[in-house]
């Protein structure tokens, strides 16, 4: 596809329940990220990918949260046994390569309301 | 302190006028500078890098980088009530983004 697609868009969970959140990143695209924005703040850094190596997890708020890219091209981000302050919206980007100066590209994100 | 520092505004300036935007960063081994629009309910959308010292212009937009301040700028001239949104400052460090909780900006006519 010609963007970051991210499904669902849309997402009412109840508390307690597990999710699943899927990233198509650009093709061609080898960095992968995950970032978390709360409604009134900036993207917050969740995890990265390189190809299929999840090279930097540090921003995972605790271990209910799960991410994978195992054949290196879709991701998807779990959580696990949701919690109301999970509600936010999860961001997708992507980029050619890693390093200073490449340029990110955000998907449209996918909305999370737990309830 | 945060990694990368705005002021959440909201900032109001009325149409044609210039507006400014501020960020500070605080690690000094970061080479690269984005400047993200979000407009409300959508994805942040790149509107311009910058990796040198110095001054890099791009239609209405000047990005402003002194990497001795830690200090990086976004002035926006003859705003228009389209440019009415969330501006975020962001920084590599050094293989991902860190990004400030943005400026809103507000262009009344």
């Given at each position: 596809g010609a963007g970051v697609s991210q499904s669902p868009r849309y997402k009412v969970a109840k508390r307690g329940q597990d999710v699943a959140l899927r990233c198509d990143p650009i093709s061609g695209h080898v960095s992968l990220f995950w970032y978390q924005q709360a409604l009134g703040q900036g993207p917050e850094f969740l995890t990265y990918f390189q190809n299929e190596a999840q090279?930097?997890?540090?921003?995972?708020?605790?271990?209910r949260f799960f991410a994978e890219r195992p054949e290196g091209s879709v991701s998807t981000l779990k959580i696990q046994?949701?919690?109301?302050?999970?509600s936010a919206v999860y961001l997708c980007a992507s980029s050619w390569a890693a390093g200073q100066g490449n340029t990110i590209y955000f998907g449209e994100g996918s909305w999370l309301t737990v309830v | 302190q945060k990694e990368v520092e705005q002021n959440s505004g909201p900032l109001s300036v009325p149409e044609g006028a210039i507006a400014s935007l501020n960020c500070t960063y605080s690690d000094?081994?970061?080479q690269s500078f984005f400047w993200y629009r979000q407009y409300s309910g959508k994805s942040p959308e790149l509107i311009m890098s910058i990796y040198s010292n110095g001054d890099k212009e791009d239609g209405r937009f000047t990005a402003q980088l002194n990497k001795a301040s830690q200090y990086v700028s976004l002035l926006i001239r003859d705003?228009?009530?389209?440019?009415?949104a969330t501006y975020l400052c962001a920084v590599n460090v050094p293989d991902k983004l860190i990004f400030g909780t943005g400026t809103r900006l507000q262009v009344f006519p």
């Open positions: 090279l930097d997890k540090s921003g995972l708020p605790s271990d046994r949701t919690q109301q302050e999970d | 000094r081994g970061s705003s228009q009530p389209s440019d009415s």
